[in-house]
């Protein structure tokens, strides 16, 4: 049997205890002779309070731990949402500071790999021009940082009729480049950060360079998350037949700042295994089959059969 586990109950504003068990989604898979690696993808409610954040995020890595997780995945701003962009430049960090150094303690002290999505770092150029970087980043069972990426595409928005405006390169520089996907317990991790969803040039480089799992740690709009948010990440499944996994923000963070919600796990053919709602935080565990990527690709070898990529460059010289 293939279980999907999906837990409730924690936010960043309420910790009063551990969540519980509330719901088990049993599915029929062919069973495997050996133990299947375990991810769990979180949802938050945070808000600009560090510290509660990190106690929030604590225990749902604790709680995956416990139940089996081998790597924990964290949404965008896991670290703060904060209620001005002055705010949000103030609780900036380096990658060398506090936040970072707990998250790199708590991946040893448990011996669990972390996806940490969505980090607000400081540029480099910070001293100068006060801006920063929307950063990922991967820490291992041993608390080393072993992957940074910095997100490529920037939301700049407006959508008066959906009440939604942001424009996030106010203050936040863009990636320079993507890195090659990271070998993990449960496969090679292919990282985007959010609006890189909407861009399946980026998911197929990582396909191309070996990624089997892409992540998505997002912070949709309610707005743009009713409309887009599973129908994206279940096209970027089928069309790189691999795993995807997307935490995500739910609720109301600050009076003008509200996230859609609905962390996600899907696998290669397209199907959804775990969804957490839109109302609560909470973590989904899903196991992670290889064997599953290996066959949708064995017997649809769509990366085989696409051209290359001078043919789709062919209108571009007419």
């Known amino acids: 049997m293939f279980t999907v586990r999906c837990i409730w109950g924690i936010s960043a504003k309420k910790l009063t205890s551990l969540p519980v068990l509330r719901q088990q989604i049993r599915q029929q898979s062919r069973m495997s002779s050996s ?7 979180c949802q938050l409610t945070v808000t600009s309070d560090k510290e509660d954040n990190f106690s929030a ?20 701003n896991f670290d703060y949402i904060g209620s001005s962009p002055e705010e949000t430049l103030s609780l900036s960090e380096s990658l060398t500071g506090e936040t970072i150094s707990r998250y790199s303690l708590l ?4 011996e669990v790999w972390l996806s940490l999505g969505g980090f607000h770092e400081r540029g480099h150029e ?9 950063t990922h980043v991967i820490i291992d069972d041993k608390g080393d ?3 940074v990426y910095r997100k490529s595409h920037l939301f700049d928005v407006e959508l008066p009729e959906k ?5 996030e390169s106010a203050f936040t520089i863009p990636g320079p480049s993507l890195v090659p996907p990271v070998q993990t317990p449960i496969g090679k991790v292919g990282l985007a950060t959010c609006y ?12 191309r360079h070996g990624a089997e ?3 998505y740690p997002s912070a949709f709009t309610v707005a743009t998350g009713t409309a887009h948010w599973e129908v994206l990440l279940r096209a970027r499944a089928i069309e790189n037949q691999c795993f995807v996994l997307a935490a995500a923000q739910v609720g109301r963070h600050t009076e003008k700042r509200r996230s859609y919600g609905h962390a996600l796990a899907v696998d290669p053919w397209g199907e959804v295994l775990a969804d957490c709602g839109g109302e609560e935080p909470g973590v989904a565990l899903v196991e992670i089959d290889p064997e599953k990527v290996c066959s949708t690709r064995r017997n649809m070898p769509v990366q085989r059969h696409r051209r290359d990529t001078g043919f789709y460059r062919g209108l571009e010289e007419t």
Do not use: H
């Open 126 to 134: 910070w001293e100068s021009d006060r801006r920063i970087y929307n």
């Open 145 to 147: 940082v072993v992957s």
């Open 196 to 207: 890189d969803l909407r861009f399946p040039e980026l998911s197929l480089a990582l396909r």
């Open 213 to 215: 799992v892409l992540t």
């Open 35 to 41: 133990a299947r690696p375990v991810a769990a993808v």
């Open 57 to 76: 995020c604590e225990q749902l890595v604790e709680e995956a731990k416990q139940r089996g997780a081998c790597m924990v995945f964290l949404p965008e």
């Open 107 to 110: 991946a040893r002290k448990l």
């Open 163 to 167: 009440g939604v405006s942001l424009k």
